[in-house]
């Protein structure tokens, strides 16, 4: 089974400041999905950035970016001018790539906790 | 486009109670998910549906939890009896294959409490 590991369970940034947010993953497999998952005080989960396995180019969605390390198993999240918004829980999750089956759900990690001093 | 819509956003509810969470998915996603997050962890799979068929439930406690999704489209959770560890939000989440993957769109989750 997958497991996904955040061993950092607060961080805090500075606003305007660069954060990285660690995480790291176990599998078997050697084709997969990796996400970045925020989750503001709302509670509403939302999509902050995937990356493919298969892709050895780091994904980026304006200010956030990845530094996907397959063979060390990384997947860390960098959040560069960082925003008073950006306050949130992110969850690392890991998702195999048969998308049509069981194997579809997400297995999260226990998330992070980052807050933004103005 | 509409969001995952979930109902009620908050319960309190005496253990030994029922309670029913209501979840209406993004219209044209097949895949509906129910997640249970506990304080300070990730959310955890509990039931998996592919259009209205089960595709997973193997971490869904099924002696007191139950899940349908009787046409295809939105779904019912339901606890009977409620006890105290069922405390927990609980997320509902969509999706859709799209250019061959898909991505897990979630609604803002239903907030137990069980006292």
């Known amino acids: 089974a997958q497991t996904v590991t955040q061993s950092q369970p607060e961080m805090s940034v500075q606003e305007a400041e660069t954060v990285t947010l660690s995480c790291t993953y176990d599998?078997?497999?050697?084709?997969?999905?990796l996400f970045w998952y925020k989750q503001p005080p709302s509670r509403q989960m939302i999509l902050v950035i995937r990356?493919?396995?298969?892709?050895?180019q780091n994904a980026t969605e304006n200010r956030f970016s990845v530094n996907f390390q397959k063979a060390a198993k990384s997947f860390s999240l960098k959040i560069s001018d960082s925003q008073l918004g950006d306050a949130a829980m992110y969850f690392c999750?890991?998702?195999?790539?048969?998308?049509?089956?069981?194997?579809?759900?997400?297995?999260f990690g226990k998330g992070i906790t980052l807050s933004v001093r103005p | 486009e509409a969001g995952v819509a979930q109902s009620p956003r908050y319960k309190i509810i005496e253990k030994r109670q029922s309670v029913a969470f209501w979840c209406n998915p993004i219209?044209?996603?097949?895949?509906l998910y129910w997640y249970q997050q506990i304080l300070g962890q990730g959310p955890k799979l509990l039931i998996q549906?592919?259009?209205?068929?089960?595709?997973?439930d193997s971490q869904l406690p099924k002696d007191r939890f139950s899940a349908e999704r009787l046409k295809g489209v939105d779904s019912t959770l339901k606890i009977q009896p409620a006890k105290l560890e069922d405390s927990a939000v609980y997320l509902c989440?969509?999706?859709?294959?799209?250019?061959?993957?898909?991505?897990?769109?979630f609604g803002p989750g239903t907030r137990l409490t069980v006292l």
């Open positions: 989440a969509s999706s859709v294959i799209t250019w061959g993957t898909d991505t897990q769109y």
């Open positions: 549906f592919q259009n209205n068929g089960v595709v997973d």
């Open positions: 219209s044209g996603h097949a895949t």
């Open positions: 999750a890991y998702r195999s790539p048969d998308y049509t089956g069981a194997n579809s759900k997400l297995t």
């Open positions: 599998t078997s497999e050697s084709d997969y999905y």
């Open positions: 990356q493919e396995a298969y892709k050895q």
